[in-house]
T-cell receptor, first 113, second 115 residues
Framework: QKEVEQNSGPLSVPEGAIASLNCTYS??????FFWYRQYSGKSPELIMS????GDKEDGRFTAQLNKASQYVSLLIRDSQPSDSATYLC?????????????FGKGTHLIIQP | GAGVSQSPRYKVAKRGQDVALRCDPI?????LFWYQQALGQGPEFLTY????????KSGLPSDRFFAERPEGSVSTLKIQRTQQEDSAVYLC?????????????FGPGTRLTVT
């Protein structure tokens, strides 16, 4: 059973600070990792993908992957009120049969002005 | 460019009715996925198409659920004899590459309410 675990929150962060979101996954052979942002009543929006160990930066967002620890995180620098949303971690193990993504339940992030 | 589109955006069905949900992926995207999202949960995978071939239907919850993509573009998810537990948001996603390893882009979803 593939599992992706996230702290549901809410995680409250003051405006301008760094928000740190964490995710662990159970399947050691997982190959691709994604962070999606979902506003209430909207569909998931892809914000980061990461495939290799280490850090990947895109603007205010940094994804970090540690396959040995089965851990992936998302850092949001200079947090803005518009970053308030649910952040979904998603993992895909790939392989034969073309699996879909396995999602965590999401972390509800609140940026306090 | 145009993203993934889905219709209808909202559907109310009486228990026992059949429904059909449509997904129009990003033009040229070979991979198409359907997910089901219950309130407060992450999306759950239902089925995957590579072009017109349904390569993975392991997530379909029962034989009342059926999906097709006959010409490798538009896809339809059909639910027969709807039950209350089918109430959820149904999300479609597409990807430019074959397989599930690559970035998937979601449509706005169809919110299904079964009464």
């Amino acid at each position: 059973q593939k599992e992706v675990e996230q702290n549901s929150g809410p995680l409250s962060v003051p405006e301008g600070a760094i928000a740190s979101l964490n995710c662990t996954y159970s399947d050691r052979v997982s190959q691709s990792f994604f962070w999606y942002r979902q506003y209430s009543g909207k569909s998931p929006e892809l914000i980061m993908s990461i495939y290799s160990n280490g850090d990947k930066e895109d603007g205010r967002f940094t994804a970090q992957l540690n396959k040995a620890s089965q851990y992936v995180s998302l850092l949001i620098r200079d947090s803005q009120p518009s970053d308030s949303a649910t952040y979904l971690c998603a993992v895909n193990i790939g392989g034969g049969g073309a699996d879909g993504l396995t999602f965590g339940k999401g972390t509800h992030l609140i940026i306090q002005p | 460019g145009a993203g993934v589109s889905q219709s209808p955006r909202y559907k109310v069905a009486k228990r026992g009715q059949d429904v059909a949900l449509r997904c129009d992926p990003i033009s040229g995207h070979v991979s198409l996925f359907w997910y089901q999202q219950a309130l407060g949960q992450g999306p759950e995978f239902l089925t995957y198409f590579q072009n017109e071939a349904q390569l993975d239907k392991s997530g379909l919850p029962s034989d009342r659920f059926f999906a097709e993509r006959p010409e490798g573009s538009v896809s339809t998810l059909k639910i027969q004899r709807t039950q209350q537990e089918d109430s959820a948001v149904y999300l479609c996603a597409s990807s430019s590459k074959a397989g599930g390893l690559y970035e998937q882009y979601f449509g706005p979803g169809t919110r299904l309410t079964v009464t």
